[in-house]
């Protein structure tokens, strides 16, 4: 019994001594709460002081933000994708005629084949003009030559046709005898188409009548005098001038 009444003295001893060390501890906390937490009411409240000024102060300015520093770009590499930085050559002058060359614009295909073609058409339509004038003075040749011949011929015939009327009256003059010298009796004898006479003019005497009046009567008694077929020779036969002599 004694052994547990000590026991329970000495349990009851150890929670009254930590229930002392508890208070204290409280007590403790409290004043230092007390003491420094509180100790803001203590001072007096500070008095207020008004500044007077002659002009409204100007508002101060706010720092501008500071921005973060820019990345610089790295310059580009001087290359043909860049023409701004690359160093512009200084232009050279060139002559008149490598400008002008420039400037000249090369022909396209198909304008290069117009101008072929024009070319040749032209080339053609000098080639068959020649050929045409060629043709025109062989042809003129011709004509002229052709006029010629004609012409010779016609003349031919004329003197022929001429010869056979004067041998014709010839064949019909009763020629005087014992004529000197051998004199020539000259007439103009009008002509009709088929060789009839129309009218018949001595222009010059013989000098002896007999003989240009055997001539004149032989004229007309040569009637039709001939002529040449063709009537386009007529006209040089219409106004006939003949001369006979007396010894042919």
């Known amino acids: 019994m004694s052994v547990m009444a000590s026991l329970d003295s000495e349990y009851l001893n150890q929670r009254l001594l930590l229930a002392g060390v508890l208070a204290l501890l409280v007590h403790l906390a409290f004043f230092i709460f007390m003491t420094f937490g509180l100790s803001w009411k203590t001072y007096p409240p500070a008095g207020v002081v008004v500044d007077l000024w002659s002009e409204l102060p100007q508002p101060a300015l706010r720092p501008k933000p500071i921005q973060p520093p820019r990345k610089i770009k790295p310059l580009p590499l001087k290359t043909e994708k860049t023409p701004a930085l690359i160093k512009p050559k200084p232009a050279l002058i060139k002559p008149d005629i490598v400008i002008k060359k420039e400037k000249i614009k090369k022909p396209k295909p198909v304008e290069k084949k117009q101008q072929t073609d024009r070319k040749q058409k032209e080339r053609i339509a000098a080639e068959v003009d020649r050929l045409q004038k060629k043709q ?113």
């Open 136 to 248: 025109q003075e062989e042809e003129k040749k011709l004509q002229e030559k052709e006029a010629g011949a004609q012409a010779t011929f016609k003349h031919q015939l004329i003197d022929e046709y001429k010869a056979k009327i004067l041998a014709k009256i010839k064949s019909r003059i009763v020629m005087p005898p014992d004529l000197p010298h051998d004199p020539v009796a000259e007439f103009d004898v009008t002509l009709l188409p088929g060789g009839e006479i129309l009218d018949v003019k001595m222009r010059k005497s013989s000098g002896y009548i007999a003989f240009d009046r055997a001539v004149e009567r032989a004229i007309v008694l040569s009637r039709p005098l001939p002529l040449p077929p063709d009537p386009r020779l007529f006209p040089s036969f219409r106004n006939l001038s003949l001369k006979v002599h007396y010894l042919e």
